[in-house]
């Protein structure tokens, strides 16, 4: 028995180490860029882009005034300052070049050339999710009114706002439907959406506590990034992504990148989100603060979570069952997501 196994674990070293030559030599068709080039050392070096290549964590970073991206060879991910750009195709290294897919050029660097990172619209696609739902009410306020059906209201405006603007939208909900958390993250996950925004109203005990949070997801503890959830949605994730199968260290690195991606755009958004629509809807403002909420953990993409006002509080419960409100609220985050650039 013992040494059937040891064969077999012969067997399978020597398969592996085949398959993976043929991975690195192969590729009798290599695509074309606009330019006719597709090396991407090449490409550097024509646009006047820095090139560098870490040959064991197999990341290329680029370099050029303002912006760094870095190219996850083996896979269709590139992070470009702090945007993941998904390719047509993977990036593949054959023999000592870097192969890119002909649309590497256009999404990637034409954005050293031109500065357009700062001109273009963040998000393309946005997932709303309606807090709570179905036999889930979420908060009650005084009058009877319940969160599940004042959120599920914003959130259908916001998601009418988002859409007009050219962003696509994905709604976790969109009826009175119960959703557990997990369901929540891993419509996230298949979504392949850029950002995450949950939309709740609060309450307090306290009946004169009010006004507008934004939260976010501050530091991760080490448990947090093994939790079944988060594994599971990443297993979502990168089973859409083109991407050596099974690759370990592709799969660390990639999800290293998106992580710290995820932790510094989910801050400064909820910022931006707490004072724009404060601003535009009148709405007092708490600000922006770190919770470590379910929803916030386990979604791989930036994620931020609008409790947008108190229904324990007379004059929030008042406001929040107005449509004009509602509207303004939509408005304001629609706005703020729309414009935010950083
Ligand atoms: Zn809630």
Request: proline share 2%.
């Amino acid at each position: 028995m013992k040494k059937n196994a040891a064969l077999q674990n012969r067997f399978l070293g020597f398969a592996f180490c085949i398959l993976f030559i043929l991975g690195m030599g192969g590729c009798a068709t290599v695509p074309k860029g606009t330019s006719g080039i597709t090396n991407l050392k090449d490409l550097c070096d024509r646009n006047g882009v820095e090139f560098d290549w870490d040959s064991v964590s197999q990341v290329v970073t680029l370099k050029g005034f303002n912006l760094r991206a870095k190219v996850l060879v083996g896979s269709d991910i590139v992070m470009v300052g702090k945007d993941k750009v998904t390719l047509s195709s993977r990036v593949k290294r054959v023999r000592s070049s870097i192969i890119v897919p002909p649309d590497f050029e256009e999404k990637i660097l034409n954005r050293f050339k031109t500065g357009a990172d700062f001109a273009i619209k963040k998000f393309k696609k946005i997932v709303v999710d309606a807090g709570h739902g179905g036999k889930d009410p979420g908060a009650t306020g005084k009058s009877g009114m319940k969160e599940k059906n004042v959120v599920l209201d914003i959130a259908r405006r916001l998601a009418k706002n988002l859409s007009q603007s050219g962003i696509e939208v994905v709604m976790t909900r969109d009826d009175d439907e119960f959703l557990t958390l997990e369901k929540r993250t891993e419509i996230a996950a298949r979504s392949n959406a850029d950002l995450f925004v949950s939309v709740h109203a609060n309450s307090n005990p306290s009946r004169s506590i009010d006004g507008l949070e934004v939260y976010y997801m501050g530091q991760f503890l080490k448990k947090d990034k093994k939790e079944e959830q988060r594994l599971k949605n990443q297993g979502i994730l990168y089973s859409h992504l083109e991407m050596e199968q099974g690759s370990a260290d592709l799969e660390k690195i990639l999800s290293d990148m998106m992580h710290t991606y995820k932790q510094a755009e989910s801050r400064s958004l909820a910022s931006h989100v707490a004072s724009d629509t404060a601003k535009s809807s009148g709405a007092m403002t708490r600000g922006h603060k770190e919770a470590r909420f379910f929803v916030l953990r386990n979604t791989l993409i930036p994620a931020i979570l609008i409790e947008t006002g108190y229904l324990t509080n007379a004059r929030e419960e008042k406001l929040l069952a107005t449509d004009d409100y509602r509207q303004k609220i939509a408005d304001g985050v629609a706005e703020s997501l729309c414009n935010y650039v950083k």
